[in-house]
């Protein structure tokens, strides 16, 4: 007979780390802490720049691993330098996210994230909301393997955007009910 892995639960210790650089990230941030709720994958956020607390990013990157943590989601805007300094600190899976910036609208994070040295791997998503989103459904992606009960999360998830699709195929006939809600179909 085989023992039953209970997952922790986000009081006892996440599964997924969310940093950012700062709490302006949030609002970008905030959409790949939804999207691992709604899978019921256990997580914390906290802001942590690479920066202005270099010594609380090796500090957060080092001991990840120790504390349960087994993917970590970094959105970063501007110079964008979190995502790589974190992944040089552990061996922990590092889904960078370029955080849109007014300057070049996410551009310049998307290259200091994706443009990372041979050896120090960060998986790079879209910019803004829909690579927090992705980035999010990746983790769970990767989590999956290991936990089955997140893995028929996301297998559900999937399911049901087929359908939302599938429900709607012709889109002059009227919005769909999620387009109501503000949902993409």
């Known amino acids: 007979m085989t023992a039953k892995t209970k ?5 006892t210790y996440p599964l997924v780390g969310i940093i950012m650089g700062s709490t302006s990230d949030w609002e970008t941030m905030e959409h790949a802490s939804k ?10 956020t906290k802001v942590v720049s690479a920066h202005r607390t270099p010594d609380l990013l090796f500090e957060y990157a080092s001991n990840a691993e120790k504390r349960g943590i087994e993917v970590i989601i970094a959105g970063a805007g ?6 790589g300094m974190t992944a ?13 910036s007014k300057a ?13 040295p041979g050896g120090i791997p960060v998986g790079t998503l879209a910019i803004g909301k829909a ?19 997140i893995r028929e999360a996301l297998r559900k998830f999937r ?25 993409r179909a």
């Open 131 to 149: 690579g927090a989103i992705n980035a999010a459904l990746l983790a769970a992606a990767i989590l999956g393997v290991k936990h089955s009960s």
């Open 104 to 116: 070049l609208k996410g551009l310049d994070s998307l290259l200091s994230i994706a443009q990372m």
């Open 35 to 44: 999207a691992l709720a709604a899978l019921g994958v256990p997580h914390e």
């Open 78 to 83: 501007g110079a964008a330098h979190l995502p």
């Open 159 to 183: 399911s049901e955007q087929t359908g939302r699709v599938l429900a709607n195929p012709d889109p002059s006939v009227g919005p769909s009910p999620d387009k109501k809600k503000g949902k």
């Open 7 to 11: 997952l922790p639960t986000p009081d």
């Open 88 to 100: 040089a600190k552990t061996v922990l899976p590092v889904l960078g996210v370029p955080v849109e």
